[in-house]
């Protein structure tokens, strides 16, 4: 034995004896144990000697037989050149038209291409039937695992992408073949490109009118919350618009006093009426009834007044009330009283009882005794003469006539008109 190989041997006999005491000591083993894997350890050590001692004596013997044996020279050999392996010539194959899935359910790509394989390095152990097939089958499958992550919105840059990665070649799972794909077609069907087209152009089109609408909603908030807000608001707005012009923003308080109410659904305050500029439609637009003249039942050359139904569905007692207000008729002023009891004798004579009877209550025009000048003067002699003057209210006030310029009263006798009802 060499040296090396006795001082192995002497390692071995001491992990023989120090590994198995150790662990018996420290996981308290019993004494037959460990002294049994002491044993054991030492006689694979000696084992190991005795191969060591035959291996030496063996090479002891080689030796001796080489030492009488005498070399005879040989022939250096010729080195061979290398074959090169004949290279394998690609083949051709078809990709039929083929649909892809995309990333959009229901919308598919239609794939072809034309294939180049060849055998692949497990062809050798594993036989096939129709390589080219494989080829095909492995270029679909890269092909889908492509198509699979993209829409079909982007199917020609997904046309170039597919040229780009089916052209590297490489050898399918099975090691059959290696392939690579050219002139790849990737396309929609129509009626899946007209969709699109229409989806596409429908979302542009919604994305643009989301866009008006918030902004119109916008401008409303801004114009209803804080321009329109109130005619003080409404102003000064105007005249951060036209900064230049301040007696041009005077003359549209009026306007922007009437489009502020319009905007909150209230009236005009009558802070603002002074600048309405005198509108005689103003009033009349809002609360004035029409009144249409048709041709009467009577004698011709006779007119008769058909009134309808009035333009605003506001109470008439509500009317007159702001009537009253705009010309200065205080409350509980008799001047005020005085006015509403001659409405009410007017919507009386004109046969408008219910108009009437809901005006008196709003103002109650009946609890007031019949005024002295409408009981003397009789009613076919109330135009104002020399002889018969106007009647003068109790206070002081004359009371003006409202057919003062001849026309005929709606109480007046007309053989052509229909009679009045009763007050």
């Not at 005020?336 to 004109?350: G, P, S, T, V, Y």
């Amino acid at each position: 034995m060499t040296n090396p190989d006795k001082t192995m041997l002497a390692v071995l006999a001491a992990c023989a004896v120090a590994v198995p005491l150790t662990l018996g000591l420290t996981l308290d083993w019993p004494f037959w144990l460990w002294t049994l894997l002491i044993l054991v350890a030492l006689a694979l050590v000696l084992l190991q000697r005795r191969r060591l001692d035959a291996r030496a004596r063996y090479e002891r013997d080689l030796a001796g037989r080489m030492m009488w044996q005498v070399p005879v020279p040989q022939p250096m050999a010729e080195p061979q050149p290398e074959l090169e392996p004949e290279p394998v010539r690609f083949e051709q194959a078809t990709v039929p038209t083929t649909e892809l899935s995309s990333a959009t359910a229901d919308y598919r790509f239609v794939f072809s291409a034309t294939v180049w394989w060849r055998p692949g390095p497990n062809t050798r152990r594993v036989t096939h039937a129709d390589l080219a097939r494989q080829a095909v089958h492995a270029i679909v499958h890269r092909a889908q695992e492509v198509a699979r992550e993209e829409t079909p919105q982007d199917y020609t840059r997904v046309r170039h992408r597919l040229n780009s990665v089916l052209g590297e070649f490489r050898v399918e799972p099975a090691g059959l073949v290696e392939a690579a794909a050219a002139d790849v077609s990737l396309e929609l069907t129509p009626e899946d490109r007209q969709r699109i087209e229409l989806f596409t152009s429908t979302t542009k089109d919604v994305a643009v009118w989301e866009c008006e609408r918030a902004h119109e909603i916008e401008k409303r908030k801004y114009l209803a919350e804080d321009v329109l807000s109130d005619t003080g608001s409404a102003v000064v707005w105007w005249l951060a618009q036209d900064r230049h012009d301040v007696e041009n923003t005077v003359a549209h308080i009026g306007p922007l006093a009437e489009l502020t109410a319009a905007a909150n659904n209230a009236a005009v305050p009558n802070l603002f009426q002074p600048y309405l500029g005198g509108s005689e439609t103003h009033w009349t637009q809002q609360h004035e009834s029409v009144a249409t003249v048709e041709e009467p039942a009577g004698p011709a050359g006779q007119a008769a007044f058909t009134f309808t139904q009035p333009v605003s569905t506001r109470p008439v007692a509500e009317v007159a009330a702001e009537m009253m207000d705009l010309v200065g008729l205080k409350e509980s002023s008799p001047e005020r009283d005085q006015f509403a009891e001659r409405i009410a004798q007017c919507l009386r004579a004109i046969g408008r009882m219910e108009d009437a009877n809901g005006f008196a209550a709003r103002f109650r025009t009946l609890e007031r005794p019949v005024l002295p000048a409408e009981d003397t003067v009789p009613p076919e002699s109330t135009h104002a003469t020399d002889e018969n003057p106007p009647a003068v209210h109790q206070h002081g006030v004359p009371d003006e006539d409202p057919w003062a310029d001849g026309e005929r009263r709606p109480g007046d006798d007309d053989p052509g008109a229909p009679a009045a009802a009763p007050v």
